[in-house]
């Protein structure tokens, strides 16, 4: 009753940046950008404002300390700029530059660069741009790129989990889990709380784990599923049904819960207010009706 496994969660820090520049030449490098792609018969890319705010952090780091480099003066990461301006990616990229006078030269320039040119042609669906120029007044470029979490239909996707998870165990030569309605209303009410818990700021008093486990706990003995034994998988970030079970039997306690001797199942899905999803897969076995 009490084995419980707690979602994987992600943090994003919040940081101050500076405002865009006024001399971005935005609607010019977006639609430079979107020009290769079209010519490949590839989706345009979609301004996005939160990656134009992390672009601009760089390229105005990159000017201020006269380096071009991906490392930030503060030694963060791209993905971690990214995160701190709330976009929530499922992938992202980065592109820099140095002396480029004109939209033109930096765009011939990253795309005789295979790294830029597969970063530009990627499979992303947002971009943010910017230009910042050092004391000598050398410009310095930075463009973000980024697909975003899908949002899934919430009734198809709890039902590909389910038969994912089934095919998993068909293989490992087990009994398909029954999807009960109990079970599936007590998930649905797991992911959403974590999904609200995850997006609020952290009370460091209350540890996550134990709370989420208890409150798994509580739904489950008054959802009139009279439960013998039942255990908790979840995760948080994770795209797709696919990805889910993929991510949940590559995890060696989850996996041993998934392929367990359980006879049913409930499955939960949504969306935090930092853009990224929850999943929470619940199982289970009821005790027999006494005679």
């Known amino acids: 009753m009490n084995n419980f496994f707690a979602f994987v969660a992600s943090i994003c820090v919040l940081a101050q940046t500076p405002a865009p520049s006024n001399d971005t030449p935005v609607e010019e490098l977006i639609s430079a950008h979107n020009r290769e792609r079209a010519e490949r018969k590839l989706p345009p890319l979609q301004h996005n404002p939160r990656l134009t705010l992390a672009a601009q952090e760089h390229a105005a780091d990159m000017a201020k300390r006269g380096i071009m480099e991906h490392e930030g003066g503060d030694h963060s990461t791209a993905a971690e700029r990214v995160k701190r301006q709330k976009y929530p990616y499922m992938t992202t990229a980065e592109n820099v530059a140095r002396g480029q006078k004109n939209v033109n ?3 011939r320039s990253w795309m ?15 971009i943010g741009v910017a230009r910042a120029y050092g004391s000598d007044g050398t ?49 649905q009410a797991e992911a959403i709380d974590t999904a609200k818990t995850d997006s609020a700021p952290k009370d460091p008093s209350k540890p996550a784990a ?38 949940l039997l590559n995890d060696r306690g989850q996996r041993e819960t998934l392929l367990g001797q359980y006879a049913d199942c409930g499955i939960g899905y949504a969306f935090g207010e930092n853009g990224l999803p929850y999943w929470c897969v619940i199982i289970a076995s009821e005790r027999p009706a006494k005679p």
């Open 210 to 247: 134990e709370a989420r486990d208890k409150s798994a706990s509580q739904r489950l003995e008054k959802s009139g599923y009279r439960f013998e034994k039942a255990a908790r998988c979840g995760s948080s970030g994770t795209a797709t049904p696919e990805a889910l079970i993929r991510a």
């Open 105 to 107: 030269e930096v765009m």
């Open 139 to 187: 410009p310095f470029w930075c463009t973000e790129f980024g697909q975003p979490f899908p949002n899934l239909d919430p009734t198809k996707a709890v039902a590909e989990v389910a038969e994912r998870l089934n095919h998993a165990r068909s293989d490992a030569g087990l009994e398909p889990l029954k999807v009960d309605p109990r079970l599936a209303k007590v998930a």
């Open 112 to 126: 005789n660069s295979p790294h830029h040119r597969d970063n530009i042609l990627g499979e992303f669906t947002d």
